[in-house]
Nanobody
Framework: QVHLVESGGDSVQPGGSLTLFCAAS????????LAWSRQAPGKEREGVAV???????YYDDSVKGRFTISRNYGENTLTLQMNDLKPDDTGVYHC??????????????????????WGQGTQVTVSS
């Protein structure tokens, strides 16, 4: 079992940048798919980005070209670099881990909502 703790959420203006961090403990996360999801007010949780155990990355169309997911195997950490932020990016961001990568290969970003381990979330607000 992997225990996940997020940090880095903040309030930023449209067009700004923010970096989210997720620290994993317990089992080594090296064999897991790691991912970020977000939940906007009044909406369902949705997958944002996935990184496979081998380092391949997958993104929701809404963030392609703006967000970058990365992982550090030695430090057991996950990062989400977010650029050109928009008001629609507002929400609670959770990191997630799953040894089965949501059950499909290659991983599907929409399957993140079925991942087995979750952090408590960190708030991102994009507003002028």
């Amino acid at each position: 079992q992997v225990h996940l703790v997020e940090s880095g959420g903040d309030s930023v203006q449209p067009g700004g940048s923010l970096t989210l961090f997720c620290a994993a403990s317990g089992d080594s996360a090296s064999g897991y798919c790691l991912a970020w999801s977000r939940q906007a007010p009044g909406k369902e949780r949705e997958g944002v980005a996935v990184i496979s155990p081998g380092g391949y990355t997958y993104y929701d169309d809404s963030v392609k070209g703006r967000f970058t997911i990365s992982r550090n195997y030695g430090e057991n950490t996950l990062t989400l670099q977010m650029n050109d932020l928009k008001p629609d990016d507002t929400g609670v961001y959770h990191c997630a881990a799953d040894r089965e990568c949501g059950g499909r290969w290659p991983p599907v970003v929409a399957d993140v909502v079925r991942y087995g381990s979750w952090g408590q979330g960190t708030q991102v607000t994009v507003s002028s």
